[in-house]
């Protein structure tokens, strides 16, 4: 059972930078892709950027490319969001999940859920 714990959320304004982190324990954490998804409030939640289980490969939402970068320490155990340029409307609830790669680009079956880290932006 892997759990995962994000902090570095905050409120910022725009155009500020803030870097995320979630840390894992509990399971084999070397084992899975990780990702982040967020949610707006009223909005669905959205896939935001993941990475494969060693760091070889990485995938973005449109919306985010070229501001965010993940990245991962597997001897930490911990993943990170790197978030620059920030938007107004990349204000939401920051989540962290894990599973295979695969299924971050359709966004189901997540194996792991955190409890996520808020990240507020104003303009």
């Known amino acids: 059972q892997v759990q995962l714990v994000e902090s570095g959320g905050g409120l910022v304004q725009a155009g500020a930078s803030l870097r995320l982190s979630c840390a894992a324990s509990?399971?084999?954490?070397?084992?899975?892709?990780l990702g982040w998804f967020r949610q707006a409030p009223g909005k669905e939640r959205e896939f935001v950027a993941a990475?494969?289980?060693?760091?070889?490969?990485?995938h973005y939402a449109d919306s985010v490319k070229g501001r965010f970068t993940i990245s991962r320490d597997n001897a930490d155990n911990t993943v990170y969001l790197q978030m620059n340029s920030l938007k107004p409307e990349d204000t939401a609830v920051y989540y962290c999940?894990?599973?295979?790669?695969?299924?971050?680009?359709?966004?189901?079956?997540?194996?792991?859920w955190g409890k996520g880290t808020l990240v507020t932006v104003s303009s």
């Open positions: 509990g399971g084999i954490f070397s084992s899975y892709a």
């Open positions: 990475i494969s289980w060693n760091g070889d490969r990485t």
């Open positions: 999940s894990a599973a295979a790669f695969s299924r971050f680009f359709s966004g189901y079956g997540m194996d792991y």
